[in-house]
C-alpha cells in the first residue's frame, strides 16, 4: 500500500450498513458492486475497506493488517486488543444483558446450585460475575444464545439485546445489564504514528458525515 492509504476493516452483520452508509456521507463510498471481494476500493482511491466477522476487527487492526476498523464495544472489550479507539458513532447501540427464563429464579438459583451461563462473551461474563463475587459456570457458544435455557444447555444467558424480540420469542426476560454498546472506531497504533495527517483528516470526515 502507497504511504497514504489507509485500509478499513467493516464487521460484516449488524453494523455494516450502517458504517457504509457513514463512509458514504464522508466521500468515502465502498464500490457497490463489489460482489464475493472482501478487498473492497472506494470512491477515495486512498482507501480500502476490508469485510470481516465482526470478531475478528480488533486482530486485524492490532496487528497493522488494517489500519483502522468498525467494530462494537461488545467485541472490543472482549477481545481488549492494543489499540487507539479515536472515535465513537452514534449507530450500532444495544445493550450485553444477562438474561434468564421468565418466571425463574434469579439472581441465585434454588439449592444453591452454581447457575450454568451460555454466552459468546465469556470474558465479559467471567468478568460481571467475578466482580460481584458469584460463582457460574461459563459456557461459550457461538451464536443463537438465546435457545440454549429453552434445552437445558443453560440456566442463563448474556448476550446482546437491541429490540428485545429475540428475548422475548424465546421467553427469555432481561435482569442486569453488563455494557452499553455502540460502534466505534479503532485504529492500530503504529500507523496512526506513521500516517498521522491521513487518520486525521478520515476521522474529520467521518466526524462531521
Ligand atoms: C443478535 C444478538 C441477539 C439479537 C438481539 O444476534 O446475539 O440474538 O441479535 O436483537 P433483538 O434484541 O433486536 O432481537 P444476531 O442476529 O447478530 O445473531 P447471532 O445469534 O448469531 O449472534
Redesign the pocket.
Known amino acids: 500500500m502507497s504511504a497514504n492509504r489507509l485500509r478499513i476493516a467493516l464487521a460484516k452483520?449488524?453494523l455494516w450498513e450502517s458504517a457504509i452508509a457513514h463512509f458514504a456521507r464522508a466521500g468515502m463510498a465502498p464500490l457497490s458492486d463489489k460482489g464475493r471481494r472482501l478487498l473492497v476500493p472506494s470512491e477515495d482511491p486512498d482507501i480500502e475497506f476490508l469485510e470481516i466477522k465482526p470478531g475478528d476487527v480488533p486482530i486485524y487492526v492490532e496487528s497493522g493488517a488494517a489500519d483502522l476498523g468498525i467494530t462494537g464495544t461488545d467485541v472490543l472489550r472482549e477481545a481488549n486488543p492494543d489499540v487507539l479507539e479515536p472515535l465513537e458513532f452514534d449507530f450500532g447501540q444495544?445493550r450485553l444483558v444477562v438474561a434468564a427464563p421468565a418466571g425463574a429464579a434469579y439472581p441465585a438459583l434454588p439449592g444453591g446450585i452454581t447457575p450454568r451461563l451460555a454466552t459468546?462473551y465469556p470474558r465479559l461474563a467471567r468478568e460481571h460475575f467475578a466482580g460481584q463475587g458469584r460463582g457460574v459456570e461459563i459456557i461459550e457458544v457461538?451464536?443463537?444464545?438465546?435457545v440454549a435455557p429453552l434445552l437445558g444447555l443453560s440456566h442463563w444467558i448474556v448476550?446482546?439485546?437491541?429490540?428485545?424480540?429475540?428475548?422475548k420469542a424465546n421467553g427469555l426476560v432481561e435482569q442486569e445489564t453488563i455494557l452499553n454498546v455502540r460502534a466505534t472506531l479503532i485504529a492500530n497504533r503504529a500507523s496512526q504514528k506513521l500516517k498521522l495527517g491521513r487518520h486525521l483528516e478520515v476521522m474529520r470526515r467521518l466526524g462531521e458525515g
Do not use: A, F
Not at 142 to 146: A, F, K, L, N
Not at 159 to 165: A, C, H, K, R
Open positions: 452483520g449488524r444495544c459468546k457461538g451464536g443463537s444464545v438465546e448476550d446482546l439485546v437491541d429490540t428485545g424480540n429475540t428475548l
